[in-house]
Structures are given as C-alpha cells and as structure tokens.
C-alpha cells in the first residue's frame, strides 16, 4: 500500500523568506504521480504543484517548486517569497496512473506566514 | 464557471441517524469522488463514481453508500452514524476522457458532520 508522511505538523516563515514543506512516500511502483494541495480556511483544497514521477525535471509553478529525488520517495514543495495568503494547511499526495482518483494524502504541514 | 459545490456547508446528527451529502461536480466534469477528512489528518478516499456507478472504493464500510445522477452530480450516504464519523467530507470531481495527470481533482469546500 501507498503512504505518504509529511514529518513537519508546524512550519512558519517570515513574509518574503522562503520555506520548504518536507514529503516522503513508500511505493512500489515506477510511475506515479505526486501532488501538493493547499487547504485554507476555506477548506477548499487548492492544487499547487504537480509532478510525473518518470519526469526528471522538477516542476515549478510560480514560487512554488518542488523537489523531486525519486530514489529517495522523496519530494518537497518549496514556497518562495512567501505571501500572508500562503497561511494554510499543505498535504502532499500520492496517486497511481488510471487508479480512480484514489488519492493518497498525508497528515498535512500547517504554514503560517507572519508579517 | 462555477466550481464544485456541496450541500449542505454544515450538518448535526445524533449517532444511528441517517445522513445523505450532496455534490455537483465542476462543468465539464464527469467523475465524482469522494473523501473523508477527520480533524488534523489528511483527505482519505471514499470511493469514485462514474457513469453512474461506484467505479472503485476505498476501505471503508458499507454504511457509507453513494449514487451519481445522469446529470454527473453525486450523492453520499452515510447510515447508522458513528461518533467517529465525525469529519469534513469533501467531494471532488474530473474528467474521464482526460489522465488523472493532465485532469487533477477539482475539490468542494466539503460538508462538515458532527455526530453527537
């Protein structure tokens, strides 16, 4: 079975710094794909970045990119230039290819940007 | 373009009720899923329908029951609450005909049910 922690409950950044959220997964598949969705207090969960795990190429979306290191299930959101409206709760997930949307998530990191 | 929508925002039931969450998923969208998100953990997969069937379901009972309409919305079921179905439900959709890559998960803003 897929599963995916995320080892940090609680991460802050100064406004304008730059922070990274911290992601591993246990799988035994080749192709995959990963995911960091934003949950604000809206509770809408918002897609920020994604990645095909047989792209090498590590994604990048604006001031957010990841880091990718697949031999290592490993992969990190990195948010630079960190706005007040970056305060949410940010899960990284799992899915496998044509697997009907079951997605797998972690516990979540909450980041709060202070002025 | 109105995005996912959920109904009702809120809902208090007593433990052995019934409770039924409705979805209407985003235009275009087709594919409805479903996920359970308990306080301070993350979105845990229900099950998925599609063509109006339940398409593939994650590990959980069968009180949890669902049902997709023609016109794509969706409903989910819960029967003979538990305390410890307590959670945020949240309802997301996509699209068939496009991968799972290329067409990510458009979430709602979820139902919260408390069971007393």
């Known amino acids: 079975a897929q599963t995916v922690t995320q080892s940090q409950p609680e991460m802050s950044v100064q406004e304008a710094e730059t922070v990274t959220l911290s992601c591993t997964y246990d799988?035994?598949?080749?192709?995959?794909?990963l995911f960091w969705y934003k949950q604000p207090p809206s509770r809408q969960m918002i897609l920020v970045i994604r990645?095909?795990?047989?792209?090498?190429q590590n994604a990048t979306e604006n001031r957010f990119s990841v880091n990718f290191q697949k031999a290592a299930k490993s992969f990190s959101l990195k948010i630079s230039d960190s706005q007040l409206g970056d305060t949410a709760m940010y899960f990284c997930a799992f899915m496998k290819p044509y697997n009907n949307n079951d997605m797998r998530f972690g516990a979540g990191t909450r980041l709060t940007v202070k002025p | 373009d109105a995005g996912v929508t959920q109904s009702p925002t809120h809902l208090i039931k007593t433990r052995g009720q019934q409770v039924t969450l409705r979805c209407s998923p985003k235009s275009g969208h087709d594919t409805v899923s479903w996920y359970q998100q308990a306080l301070g953990q993350g979105p845990q997969f229900i099950f998925q329908y599609y063509e109006e069937e339940e398409r593939q379901r994650g590990n959980f009972p069968d009180r949890f029951s669902g049902h997709q309409f023609p016109n794509y919305s969706s409903e989910l079921n819960v029967n003979a609450l538990l305390l410890g179905d307590s959670a945020l439900y949240l309802c997301a959709s996509s699209s068939r005909r496009i991968s799972s890559y290329n067409s990510p998960l458009h979430f709602g803003n979820g139902t919260r049910l408390t069971v007393t």
């Open positions: 990645q095909e795990a047989y792209k090498q």
């Open positions: 799988t035994s598949e080749n192709n995959y794909y």
